[in-house]
């Protein structure tokens, strides 16, 4: 069974740091672009942060820009975003997802076929 699983979510003082893990398994990561998504309560999904899967190019949302990295592990078959100077804006459910099928990433949903359950940030103090 193809799946993506998130974790590294927690609650964080503002300032604070989080990394989360997205973790593979029934497909392998290295070759295709992963999303970093979020969603708070009452707003829509909208990208966090992507890695291609031709030549690992990055992007970022404006907010998180010089705040967030995204990287990717490929023996361990996971992709991580890390997270700095968080800010109770950041607080949201994030979700990582895959697109197969193209080799540079983007921020469109549609663009991505498998999901996983998301983890919950949040950031107060």
């Known amino acids: 069974q193809e799946q993506l699983v998130e974790s590294g979510g927690g609650l964080v003082r503002p300032g604070g740091s989080l990394r989360l893990s997205c973790a593979a398994s029934?497909?392998?990561?290295?070759?295709?672009?992963i999303g970093w998504f979020r969603q708070a309560p009452g707003k829509e999904r909208e990208g966090v942060s992507c890695?291609?899967?031709?030549?690992?190019?990055?992007d970022f949302a404006d907010s998180v820009k010089g705040r967030f990295t995204i990287s990717r592990d490929n023996a361990k078959n996971t992709v991580y975003l890390q997270m700095n100077n968080l800010k109770p804006e950041d607080t949201a459910v994030y979700y990582c997802?895959?697109?197969?099928?193209?080799?540079?990433?983007?921020?469109?949903?549609?663009?991505?076929?498998?999901w996983g359950q998301g983890t919950q940030v949040t950031v107060s103090s």
């Open positions: 029934g497909f392998t990561l290295d070759r295709y672009s």
């Open positions: 997802a895959a697109d197969r099928f193209r080799d540079f990433c983007s921020f469109y949903l549609y663009e991505y076929d498998t």
């Open positions: 890695i291609g899967g031709y030549d690992s190019s990055t």
